[in-house]
């Protein structure tokens, strides 16, 4: 991936609060859902904070392997299939609220998701770190490119 394509990824992670998030069930059976996320500054993790009554919490339990896509809005102009998009997939485990890390994640989290802050009073809410293994980028029209963790880790310093 060029350095242009790294910087547009970097932006769209950083621009962007809302994703789409793919699980799969123990039978195999795909959902597909929407959720608001933070990230690591060096995005290494990925962080969602969801309910446990959601049929999709109960698949990441059951399976931690998950994809959350990342995309520019469609504004009803132009071609949608040229906007930028990014799908980051890797295993998820939960952030216990007794674990060292939760504090310090949970104030990443509200940083970028202020209006999140109630949610963390229920006690249904759970938080997920999602840990990159890969990632697919689309920067517009023929313009896709694969990466790994590495890719995400460059893509953070610039």
């Known amino acids: 991936m060029k350095q242009d394509q790294k910087i547009a990824l ?3 992670i950083r621009r962007q609060r809302w994703a789409g998030l793919a699980t799969v069930s123990v039978d195999g059976e795909p959902l597909a859902a ?44 132009g071609d949608p299939q040229t906007l ?7 295993d998820v485990e ?8 939760y504090a310090s994640i949970k104030n990443t989290y509200l940083e970028r998701l202020p209006a999140s802050e109630q949610l963390f ?10 840990n990159p293994q890969s990632l697919r980028f689309v920067g517009g029209f023929a313009q896709a490119h694969s990466g790994t963790r590495v890719t995400l880790l460059e ?4």
């Open 84 to 90: 930028p998009r990014a799908s980051i997939s890797g």
């Open 34 to 77: 929407m959720v608001a996320y933070a990230f690591a500054e060096d995005f290494t993790a990925f962080y969602i904070h969801i309910s446990t009554l959601s049929q999709h919490t109960k698949q990441m339990l059951e399976r931690p392997k998950i994809s959350l896509v990342i995309a520019e809005p469609d504004k009803g102009a």
């Open 94 to 101: 939960v952030i216990e609220r007794d674990s060292a890390s």
């Open 155 to 158: 893509c953070a310093k610039l």
């Open 121 to 130: 009073g229920f006690g249904d809410f759970v938080l997920f770190q999602l």
């Open 10 to 12: 970097a932006q769209l």
